[in-house]
């Protein structure tokens, strides 16, 4: 069975401080997908990266940067310098099924204090 | 490119009324729709996929006669919450697949904050 499993409820920072999302993953698919997704309080889902199995390359864009390790079936997300604009809940998810459909993480709201 | 509006935003209906929302892909043709429910403070649930011109696949415990939806275009599929009850008060997103543009990726609409009362 497939699952997403973002252990941390709820983050709290002050700004300038760098911030770590974890996500843990399960899957027996060889091919599958990683995505991270940010959902402000207007609600609206705002996406942030996608990452395929086969590609393990820690990526990097601005402030945002992501660690995947398959030998720990981790996606972790890393926020540098972080701002209160960045305050929001993030969700992990996994897709690779044949249904084209995600499985979710129980998201984590970070909370950016100025 | 890429994007799924949803209408309407916000609607506050009465008990016992219907309700649509409509999910529409403005500028690729999506052969998936999905259509997740999620309460405060909780993750998206899927309730139902949706693929143009067939019936919805519905998620184990989504009532299927109280959620109508309907794809019956490539760019249009509709949500109706028939007989709503307060319990069924709450946000109501969509997303849209493009086979065209890699096989995992979801579009999502802004989203649908439903209040019953």
């Known amino acids: 069975a497939q699952k997403v499993t973002q252990a941390q409820t709820e983050i709290s920072v002050v700004e300038k401080e760098d911030v770590t999302l974890d996500c843990v993953y399960e899957?027996?698919?060889?091919?599958?997908?990683l995505f991270w997704y940010k959902q402000p309080p207007s609600g609206e889902l705002v996406f942030l990266i996608r990452?395929?199995?086969?590609d393990e390359q820690n990526e990097i864009s601005g402030r945002y940067s992501w660690n995947f390790q398959k030998s720990t079936s981790s996606f972790n997300f890393t926020i540098t310098a972080s701002q209160v604009v960045d305050s929001a809940v993030y969700f992990c998810?996994?897709?690779?099924?044949?249904?084209?459909?995600?499985?979710w993480g129980a998201g984590t709201k970070l909370i950016i204090k100025p | 490119g890429a994007v799924v509006s949803q209408h309407p935003s916000r609607v506050i209906c009465k008990s016992g009324t219907s309700v649509k929302i409509e999910c529409r892909s403005l500028d690729f043709q999506a052969t998936t729709m999905f259509w997740y429910r999620q309460f405060p403070k909780q993750s998206l649930m899927l309730m139902a996929t949706s693929n143009e011109g067939s019936k919805a696949t519905y998620e184990q415990g989504v009532e299927k006669d109280k959620f109508l939806i309907n794809h019956a275009s490539l760019t249009l599929s509709t949500l109706t919450v028939t007989s709503a009850h307060p319990e069924d008060s709450s946000f109501y997103i969509c997303s849209a697949r493009d086979p065209y543009r890699g096989s995992y990726e979801q579009y999502f609409g802004p989203g649908t904050r439903l209040t019953v009362t």
């Open positions: 998810a996994l897709g690779g099924d044949s249904n084209y459909q995600l499985i």
């Open positions: 899957t027996r698919d060889t091919t599958y997908y």
């Open positions: 990452r395929n199995s086969f």
